[in-house]
T-cell receptor, first 109, second 112 residues
Framework: QKEVEQNSGPLSVPEGAIASLNCTYS??????FFWYRQYSGKSPELIMS????GDKEDGRFTAQLNKASQYVSLLIRDSQPSDSATYLC?????????FGAGTTVTVRA | NAGVTQTPKFQVLKTGQSMTLQCAQD?????MYWYRQDPGMGLRLIYY???????DKGEVPNGYNVSRLNKREFSLRLESAAPSQTSVYFC???????????FGNGTRLTVT
């Protein structure tokens, strides 16, 4: 079983809608959780990090973490065409950072 | 402010050839990583170096070797390239275990 699983997508949402991305992980000892955005042909860039249970908001992005359920999610509110990208969930255990396969989001105008 | 610099950006090899991918960071980060990215597979960890002088295998180390030359530089070597190693390779670094990764711009490698 892959360590980090994401909803496979692709996900298509209308402009202005909420995009919801989900991620589960297998290692209960994981302590740090990240969401990266990757545009086609570019390197991943960090958009959110979360370390404790609950919600963390940054602008139009909200990350949610539930360690008991081994679940982390990302909500993108008021989706814009510039949000069209692949979103990667990453889970850190000590020095090793494991990534999910990514969910491709397309925001249609 | 260069961050993480990878060279080369593109490379084409024939099966059996060898090459070294170079990575350098100027952020005084302690840990460095090599990932490969294939379509539908996400990023898979090849090797990492938690600190200068140490290296450890990741998820897919076979066919690769690494050298942490100093705190700034972490190279990835393919001794005998195979078509299965066609991929995009990313180098990354972090300051400490709770920090996020900073990525280089990637090397697109094709093995024919």
């Amino acid at each position: 079983q892959k360590e980090v699983e994401q909803n496979s997508g692709p996900l298509s949402v209308p402009e202005g809608a909420i995009a919801s991305l989900n991620c589960t992980y297998s290692d209960r000892g994981s302590q740090s959780f990240f969401w990266y955005r990757q545009y086609s042909g570019k390197s991943p860039e960090l958009i959110m990090s979360i370390y404790s249970n609950g919600d963390k908001e940054d602008g139009r992005f909200t990350a949610q973490l539930n360690k008991a359920s081994q679940y982390v999610s990302l909500l993108i509110r008021d989706s814009q065409p510039s949000d069209s990208a692949t979103y990667l969930c990453a889970v850190k255990d000590d020095y090793k950072l494991s990534f999910g396969a990514g969910t491709t989001v397309t925001v249609r105008a | 402010n260069a961050g993480v610099t990878q060279t080369p950006k593109f490379q084409v090899l024939k099966t059996g050839q060898s090459m070294t991918l170079q990575c350098a960071q100027d952020m005084n980060h302690n840990s460095m990583y090599w990932y490969r990215q294939d379509p539908g597979m996400g990023l898979r960890l090849i090797y990492y170096s938690a600190s200068e002088g140490t290296t450890d295998k990741g998820e897919v180390p076979n066919g690769y070797n690494v050298s942490r030359l100093n705190k700034r530089e972490f190279s990835l070597r393919l001794e005998s390239a195979a078509p299965s190693q066609t991929s995009v390779y990313f180098c990354a670094s972090i300051l400490d275990p709770n920090s996020p990764l900073h990525f280089g711009n990637g090397t697109r490698l094709t093995v024919t």
